[in-house]
């Protein structure tokens, strides 16, 4: 359709042009969704639209969003990474601990940094000098991780946190929450790397075609290596937020986020296949969870359900994308 | 065209001295236990074409791997400006200046063409260290524009016409200060007019000192471009000479051996009653409106450019992807093709042309793949009988696959064995409709020999048969009429009395006007 | 041994007979530590608590050999467990109850396999999806409550013995056999191992692909709606957190047994192994006093060290 179409470039553009741009980007379903669920939760309750329940649904999303900023990239790679849940609740021990004995934010930060760095090294090296497919190495660490915890832990929840350990949850500056500042400057980041770095463009490049990054000479598992290890990293910030909020660590912190997480990432538009999305698609997923959690609770759904409209949403964001790409008629 | 048109010819007679691009001195390279190239010497001269030619599996694509650094040689060794160097990558082979555009296309569809480019290269920075999207957008343009092309560099590769995404494959390879490229069949899914603006191109190359080794099956192509020829067949060397002095006649008799009578078997004959008949059949980017009928006894030639629409044509028929609309009749009654399976009920069966991924399951034995068709008549209460062995032996027999035990898997076998095994396979369903795809790509001439004299059995045999091939003398001395596809459609029919290279070949290419959709590519 | 190649048989063979001497060295190691391992009354009564893995295992050997995979299981059997449970509570007679149950767990294998095939999605992603999504249902219908006042015939299915044989071990040694002689015998067994080793070939050979993937999807769905209600009888209690987490045992002992979970080869006599292995592993440390927290931690470990071994000798054989 290219050449049919007369060098456009740079010129002025139609508004159907425009709009066709705009509906090719991946998030841009996921953004459109957003709206109309934003549009339906306040038509059908008034405490909805609001600055503080905004700014609350956010923080709400802070830990999931930042971890999906980076499994983004995992998936981004065509992997997956399933063991985000048990990494952050190791990453949260491992803060809480250091916490107990020295206070201050800075020895936990780089405490749970270190080990979510160093988990997410060792499932890196797993898939790529181990060649073991990342959902057998991922679901193998998210056991065993959570096994680590409870050995660590002896079973016994952490509490008696100091204050200011737990600012990165709770301080504010300029009114604005801190969750909300550091979910929005690593989503700025994550737009720049994946822009503006090799490493960020070379991750498309392997997911959307292994071969050929291959042949390109692509450092293939480099990339993929980095991609598995910034989850670690990422996932360390994450717990700081979440310690700092929940101000006590139980055993089971953060079971089941690792699905929030995926779900966040295919919700948004970065396609499980690899190869397309951004980091705007799992900002958007982030945001779109946490929308309809807050929603489900001001129309008074009962929490339980909240892991069966998760899983919906997961089965409806994969078959939305696939029955995208058979309207716009690429043939997958 | 004439040779002294070429600005490339000129190029390489003033140059036929000096140092060599590179030079390959008695290279051999074995998989498992067979060969692919054994003791061949090749070497490009700066701004030459060099043809490389030869039949399917002769080795052309395994050498230049080879000198693209993704295979290194078992015995023998590469030399670049006399230097003999081992590559390990094919990064290795981009930093001496060798460039390869392979048959298939290694781009990226998700990409941007700029993005495409520049995937693994350096890219333009601005002075805060950002990436300057601005000026790799204007040297992506800048690159196709000196490749004669104008694209909207912003768009997905998947969006683009296959000749497109041929020219960003080059713009891709030429990124490198280039001096060898490698094109490894560029033109096989181009049309006329598109071949001619690849070799506008490739004569700048030429004329700017860059040497191009040229595959292709296409032999006035290579009489249109080549300065000299190299002539390989079954993985050995047999000669190296400057285009001029060879004809058509003489080259086709170096690749394949032996004079072309004695290749092929027909015995034609009186066709029966129409077997299979499709009327207006289409689907959406792939092909349109196609009417064709095949006869009992008859072989009909599907004649065209890779990428005209043949084997979506058959695959539909076979029912894997099915026709959005048109009819398809078996013995005159209209049938509704959905699968693979009913297509089989209906007598119909398809030999594809993907021998590795859609033809065999290569672990299998023999035996698990011949049967793996007809289980449903070789099964109890679902449970496979005894007989089994018996009936793959019988046809593993008839095609005397040779060297192998029918329990081997079929991984271990040769090309043309494995094509016999693929084969036997769809006789075995005992069809009364036959679509071959290619039935004899990739294998060595005695194999071919034999499945020529095959086909031409079952055509005696009353079988309906469809034979789809880009080998032109394949078609011409198999079929006893010819079909050609261009873009989609049907634009030609000849009998057998009547069909002539020229005219094939001018149906399959005659220049369109207007590029072709995109969605047809893949 | 209509399905395998000499060949490949000889290779599976060594391959089982490795992991055959594992399970005796397991043993051994296992009585020395504990006195009452090796006594004929704890190793049955050990088969109580494998029968519910080795189940789901059979089922989901068949569809990593296609190349699949299924991470819902340990949910559809917790919501198959609340279906019975429940539909009880709410006044349906027991064995409709369980029927009831039965049908849950295979629409619920049949929804995955709908959704993998008729959208081309990757299971992986699919099943994903169903784990929170079954688990969803199981704790919001249950609203996070147990049932337990079942009638005491119930219990025949999880707690009787005949003689000394544990019911639901003649129950799995009945499936074991049935599943054996479909994956090595049948036409649909060959159908099995064709897809997992090239899905398009297998295509264009007229397999049935789409609907041998929605019988094994549903099939195991079976098999996790029998091991849901043994599970329920053995504890005798329906809740909707049961089997969190059972998928990666079932994995565990499926990737143990030998079969690559890139698909295309494993075999029922391997699986039996991989889950004997695991139900040795997690009884012995038991009774050998290792803590409980312990044990997802060698099974983490154990899946991965299984599957490293695993690529590592089949490349090698390559």
Not at chain 1, 272 to 287: N, Q
Not at chain 2, 262 to 289: I, K, N, S
Not at chain 3, 213 to 229: C, D, E, N, Q, T
């Amino acid at each position: 359709m290219s050449e049919a179409r007369a060098p456009a470039e740079e010129g002025g553009r139609s508004l159907g042009e425009a709009f066709r741009r705009f509906m090719v980007r991946p998030e841009a379903p996921a953004l459109v969704f957003l709206v109309v669920l934003v549009a339906v939760f306040s038509l059908s309750s008034d405490r909805f639209l609001s600055r503080s329940n905004f700014e609350s649904i956010v923080v709400s999303v802070a830990v999931l969003g930042v971890i999906a900023l980076a499994v983004n990239q995992v998936v981004l790679c065509a992997e997956i990474d399933i063991s985000t849940g048990s990494m952050m609740g190791l990453c949260a021990v491992a803060a809480g601990m250091v916490a107990s004995s020295t206070g201050g934010l800075v020895l936990p930060l780089l405490a749970a940094v270190a080990v979510g760095a160093t988990a997410g090294a060792v499932n890196g090296l797993l898939v790529t000098l181990g060649r073991i497919p990342a959902i057998i190495v991922t679901l193998g660490m998210l056991y065993a991780l959570r096994g680590v915890i409870l050995l660590v832990t002896g079973g016994t929840w952490i509490t008696g946190i100091p204050a200011e350990t737990r600012v990165l949850g709770t301080g504010s500056v300029l009114g604005i929450d801190a969750p909300v500042i550091i979910l929005l400057a690593l989503f700025l980041i994550m737009e720049l790397v994946s822009r503006h770095s090799t490493w960020g463009r070379n991750t498309f490049a392997v997911g959307g075609n292994r071969r050929a990054a291959r042949f390109a000479g692509l450092p293939i598992n480099r990339t993929r290596f980095l991609a598995f290890a910034l989850v670690g990293v990422f996932v360390g910030v994450a717990s700081m937020i979440y310690l700092g909020r929940a101000g006590s660590i139980q055993t089971n912190t953060g079971t089941g986020l690792e699905l929030q997480v995926i779900a966040a990432v295919v919700i948004g538009g970065t396609s499980i296949a690899g190869g397309r999305g951004s980091a705007l698609a799992a900002l958007t997923g982030a945001v779109v969870i946490g929308v309809i959690l807050n929603g489900l609770i001001l129309l008074g759904v009962p929490g339980i359900w909240q892991s069966a409209v998760l899983g919906a949403l997961i089965l409806f964001a994969v078959a939305t994308d696939v029955l995208r790409r058979r309207l716009l008629g690429y043939k997958a | 065209m004439n040779l002294s048109d070429d600005p490339g010819a000129e190029q390489a007679a003033t140059t036929a001295d000096a140092p060599g691009v590179f030079r390959l001195r008695n290279v051999t390279k074995r998989f498992g236990g067979v060969t692919a190239v054994e003791d061949v010497d090749f070497d490009l001269r700066p701004g030459e074409v060099h043809a490389l030619v030869g039949e399917n599996g002769a080795g052309k694509s395994t050498l230049m791997k080879i000198v693209h650094g993704l295979y290194p040689p078992d015995e023998g060794a590469l030399e670049v400006g006399g230097e003999v160097v081992e590559f390990s990558s094919p990064r290795d082979a981009e930093g001496v200046g060798i460039a390869m555009i392979p048959q298939e296309l290694d781009l990226f569809p998700e990409l941007s063409v700029t993005e495409n480019l520049f995937v693994g290269r350096q890219r333009p920075r601005t002075r805060w260290g950002g990436l300057d999207g601005r000026a790799m957008r204007g040297e992506a343009r800048r690159r196709l524009g000196s490749l004669g092309v104008d694209l909207d560099v912003t768009t997905t590769v998947k969006q683009l016409s296959a000749a497109n995404q041929q020219i960003v494959a080059i713009a891709r390879a030429l990124v490198g200060e280039a001096t060898a490229v490698v094109m490894d069949e560029p033109t096989a899914s181009l049309t006329e007019r598109e071949v001619q603006q690849l070799f506008r191109i490739i004569s700048d190359l030429t004329s700017g000192g860059v040497g191009v080794v040229y595959i292709s099956h296409r032999l006035e192509e290579i009489f249109q471009i080549a300065d000299r020829i190299t002539v390989l067949r079954d993985g050995h060397h047999i000669t190296t000479t400057p285009a001029s002095e060879l004809d058509a006649e003489e080259l086709v008799r170096l690749m394949v051996g032996r004079p072309l009578n004695e290749l092929f078997t027909r015995h034609p004959q009186e066709a029966g009653e129409v077997a299979v008949e499709v009327r207006g059949l289409t689907r959406e980017g792939e092909f349109a409106d196609v009417d064709l009928n095949v006869r009992r006894g008859e072989i009909v030639g599907l004649a065209g450019l890779v990428g005209a629409g043949r084997t979506e044509l058959a695959q539909s028929i076979f029912g894997i992807h099915p026709p959005d609309s048109g009819q398809i009749l078996v013995d005159g009654e209209e049938v509704r093709i959905r699968s693979p399976q009913t297509a089989m009920e209906k007598g119909i069966f398809y030999v594809p042309e993907e021998r590795r991924s859609q033809g065999l399951i290569l672990p299998f034995s023999i035996k698990n793949n011949i049967t793996l068709s007809i289980l449903d008549r070789l099964s109890r209460f679902g449970f496979v009988l005894r007989a089994e062995r018996r009936t793959a032996e019988r046809f593993a027999k008839g095609l005397s696959i040779r060297g192998a035990k029918i329990s081997d898997p079929v991984s271990r076998l040769s090309g043309g064995n494995q094509q016999k095994v693929v084969v036997a396979k769809s006789l075995a369903r005992e069809p009364s409709i036959l679509l071959l795809d290619e039935p004899t790509r990739g294998v060595d001439v005695g194999a071919k020999s034999e499945i020529y004299r095959l086909i031409d059995d079952l055509a005696r045999e009353d079988k309906a048969i469809l034979l789809i091939s880009s080998e032109l003398e394949e078609v011409l001395s198999m079929s006893d009429r010819v079909l050609v596809m261009r873009e989609g459609r049907v634009t030609g029919e000849f009998d057998r009395g009547e069909a002539t290279q020229e005219r094939v070949m001018t149906a399959a290419t005659a220049a369109a006007e207007g590029s072709r959709e995109a969605s047809g590519d893949e | 041994m209509s399905a395998l190649t000499a060949t490949v048989r000889r290779l599976r063979f060594s391959r089982e007979m490795v992991l055959l001497v594992v399970l005796i060295v397991l043993m051994i190691v296992m009585s020395q530590l504990s006195p009452i391992f090796f006594t004929l009354g704890n190793l049955l009564n050990t088969s109580r608590f494998f029968v519910e893995v080795g189940l789901m295992a059979l089922g989901m050997t068949l569809i990593i050999i296609t190349g699949g995979i299924d991470l819902s299981v340990g949910s559809n059997l917790a919501l198959v467990s609340v279906a019975v449970g429940f539909s009880f509570v709410a006044g349906l007679p027991l064995p409709l109850a369980i029927l009831f149950g039965l049908v849950v767990g295979v629409a619920a294998g049949l929804f995955n396999g709908l959704f993998i095939t008729l959208l081309h999605l990757h299971p992986l992603v699919v099943t994903l999806g169903t784990l929170a999504l079954f688990q969803g249902l199981a704790y919001g219908v249950s609203e996070a409550e147990a049932v337990s006042d079942f009638p005491g015939w119930f219990a025949y299915f999880g707690q009787a013995y005949l003689g000394p044989i544990p019911g639901q071990l003649i129950i799995f040694i009945v499936a074991v056999v049935v599943v054996w002689l479909i994956l090595s015998r049948t036409r649909f067994g060959r159908y099995v191992y064709a897809i997992g080793n090239n899905e398009e070939a297998a295509r264009f050979s007229g397999v049935p692909v789409r609907r041998v993937k929605l019988a094994l999807y549903s099939g195991i769905g079976l098999l996790v709606a029998m091991a849901s209600v043994i599970y329920t009888s053995r504890v005798y209690t329906a809740r909707g957190d049961s089997g969190v987490g059972l998928e990666l045992d079932v994995i565990s002992a499926v990737v143990l047994g030998g079969a690559s979970i890139y698909g295309g080869s494993g075999t029922i006599a391997g699986t039996v192994l991989g889950v004997l292995i695991i139900a040795t592993l997690r009884n012995g440390l038991i009774l050998a006093g290792v803590p409980s927290t312990w044990q997802l931690f060698v099974l983490g470990v154990l899946l991965l060290v299984a599957v490293f071994l695993n690529e590592f000798f089949r490349r090698r054989e390559e």
